[in-house]
């Protein structure tokens, strides 16, 4: 299988977060996904991963290392107006436990357990289709991100030879 290709921006994220983003995008390969990382959305948030499925489901996923910025993180259901599916990514080591609390709304969000090579779905998110409004737009965003991070690898021609 060819890797995975991740997006610079997270180069500057912890490795651990590195490891889940690429063993997420693997899993979500396999799939038939197609992920990307550091998405904005039209709210003004950055998802750490949109993924798109061949019948246009949009998949956020959340991708969380520490216990604190778990805990600390109040904006992230701003994200599910966004998505068909909600999940939170993060490393087998990671204390479960919040994710079954209320707060983390487990009825709504799925639950991915990830390493560098691999993920597994513990929890899968329940679909909760997008209005066509929204999943055109958000699709276009899609789109549109993905073709600009291919640019700079094809204007590769001499500035005198355009």
């Not at 246009?56 to 998505?83: M, N, Q």
């Not at 490393?91 to 479960?96: N, Q, S, V």
């Not at 919040?98 to 090579?117: M, S």
């Not at 055109?136 to 549109?144: C, D, I, M, P």
Request: hydrophobic share 45%.
């Amino acid at each position: 299988m060819a890797e995975p290709c991740l997006s610079i921006d997270v180069a500057h994220a912890p490795a651990v977060a590195q490891d889940v983003a690429r063993g997420v995008a693997r899993l979500f390969l396999q799939a038939e996904m197609t992920p990307l990382l550091e998405v904005p959305l039209g709210n003004g948030r950055r998802a750490d991963m949109m993924a798109i499925d061949a019948r246009g489901c949009i998949t956020i996923v959340e991708i969380k290392v520490s216990r604190a910025d778990l805990l600390g993180d109040g904006k992230w259901p701003d994200y599910l107006d966004y998505c068909d599916r909600f999940f939170w990514a993060v490393p087998g080591d990671f204390d479960l436990s919040p994710f079954e609390t209320e707060h983390f709304r487990p009825h709504c969000c799925g639950l991915i357990v990830a390493d560098r090579y691999e993920a597994a779905i513990l929890r899968d998110a329940p679909h909760r289709p997008l209005s066509g409004a929204r999943r055109k737009a958000e699709t276009l965003r899609f789109a549109r991100r993905a073709a600009r991070r291919l640019w700079p690898d094809l204007d590769t021609a001499p500035e005198n030879c355009v």
